[in-house]
């Protein structure tokens, strides 16, 4: 059974840092392509940050400069260090694993930025 677990949420200043993490298992994780999404109230999910299985980065323009997207695949754990905060980050953040046609979420945790 494939699970994706994520941790690190909660309420954070603007200006303020986050780590999340999301630990995997039930896939064979260094094969795939991991990522997390964002979704707002009332707003569609949207991508954030990508990492693939030969460690290539790609991140939503709105988090560049700010958010790191790393893995591990001995700890089978995808990371998203997010600095520099903004109320606009404010979402449920969401883990997803995509390996050709297999495509998994995790149960999402809630990122909160307000003073």
């Known amino acids: 059974q494939v699970q994706l677990v994520e941790s690190g949420g909660g309420l954070v200043q603007p200006g303020g840092s986050l780590r999340l993490s999301c630990a995997a298992s039930g896939i064979i994780f260094r094969l795939n392509t991991m990522a997390w999404y964002r979704q707002a109230p009332g707003e569609q999910r949207d991508l954030v940050a990508t990492?693939?299985?030969?460690?290539?980065?790609n991140y939503a323009d709105s988090v560049k400069g700010r958010f790191t997207i790393s893995r591990d695949n001995a700890k089978n754990t995808v990371y998203l260090q997010m600095n520099s905060l903004k109320p606009e980050d404010t979402a449920v953040y969401y883990c997803?694993?995509?390996?050709?046609?297999?495509?998994?979420w995790g149960q999402g945790t809630q990122v909160t930025v307000s003073s």
């Open positions: 997803n694993a995509r390996y050709f046609r297999d495509n998994y």
């Open positions: 990492i693939t299985s030969g460690g290539i980065r």
